[in-house]
């Protein structure tokens, strides 16, 4: 694919394989994945994630017994995320990664660590949503922040279960700002006519001037503005108990079923 332009279906021959999870192992790659929510807001042992990993699948999970991640700044919100990096200033300080409101302060000291942290590239996921109106599951990515305007996210899909049907669902896609004065605010829950509780991938093609969101290698969106710095990978399920209308009874545990993430760097002209 050339980087100026987004093409209808998605071409793999423009770029290299350089990160592979098919979660075949009994156990997480560590090497990849940090197994906990934005830990440096709460602490290790509050934003753990529950999951089973084996045999081609990982199942994040929201369980009947499970407690909000942080309900001093987000309410009842329950997460089962993954990330790929973690970097935070000290305790009671204000530097962190994702500053999703203002007044957010370091509780607990974190390791600085990169695990994959690209810059550019072709980013994908083969996953199962589920139709729970009380959840959500995300692939998204967020700046590394080691800058404070760092920040952007760009969000490769995001499914509420409210907006699964049989046949259709709206899939969250584009970019956040957040910190960065370079970028404006340019989301949309796009209608895709697809089964999103059956397996489905999810891509996007990061450029220097464009992002490309696709469905099953079909162009969904393009964004003509790109962040230009490292970013991490969120890989997320979130139960919503505090908000209108959100059922706090319904079937545990809650899951969200991955199959693969793939990540790769543009190849080398010539």
């Not at 021959?13 to 790659?29: I, K, M, R």
Request: glycine fraction near 8%.
């Amino acid at each position: 694919m050339q980087h100026d332009e987004a093409n209808s279906r998605l071409d793999r021959l423009g770029y290299v394989l350089e990160v592979e999870d098919t979660f075949q192992q009994p156990t997480l790659d560590e090497r990849l994945w940090i197994p906990h929510y934005l830990p440096h807001w709460s602490s290790r042992t509050a934003s753990a994630a529950r999951y089973e990993v084996g045999g081609g699948l990982l199942r994040l999970k929201i369980e009947a017994d499970q407690e909000p991640w942080n309900p001093d700044i987000d309410g009842e919100l329950r997460v089962s995320s993954l990330q790929t990096g973690v970097f935070a200033g000290p305790v009671g300080s204000a530097i962190g990664q994702h500053r999703f409101r203002p007044g957010l302060i370091v509780r607990e000291a974190q390791e600085s660590v990169a695990l994959y942290t690209p810059r550019y590239g072709l980013f994908e996921l083969r996953a199962r949503a589920l139709d729970d109106p009380a959840a959500m599951v995300a692939l998204w990515m967020i700046g590394y922040e080691d800058e404070p305007t760092r920040s952007a996210e760009i969000c490769v899909c995001e499914i509420f279960g409210r907006d699964v049907g049989t046949d259709a669902a709206r899939i969250g896609m584009g970019l956040h700002p957040f910190g960065e004065p370079s970028i404006t605010d340019a989301f949309a829950a796009e209608p895709v006519r697809i089964d999103a509780r059956q397996t489905h991938t999810y891509s996007v093609v990061w450029a220097p001037d464009f992002v490309a969101f696709y469905v099953d290698d079909g162009l969904i969106r393009v964004v003509h503005q790109s962040p230009s710095y490292p970013m991490q990978f969120m890989l997320s399920i979130y139960e919503f108990r505090d908000g209108p209308g959100a059922p706090v009874d319904s079937g545990y545990p809650k899951i969200f079923e991955v199959e693969t993430f793939r990540g790769y760097r543009p190849r080398a002209p010539g």
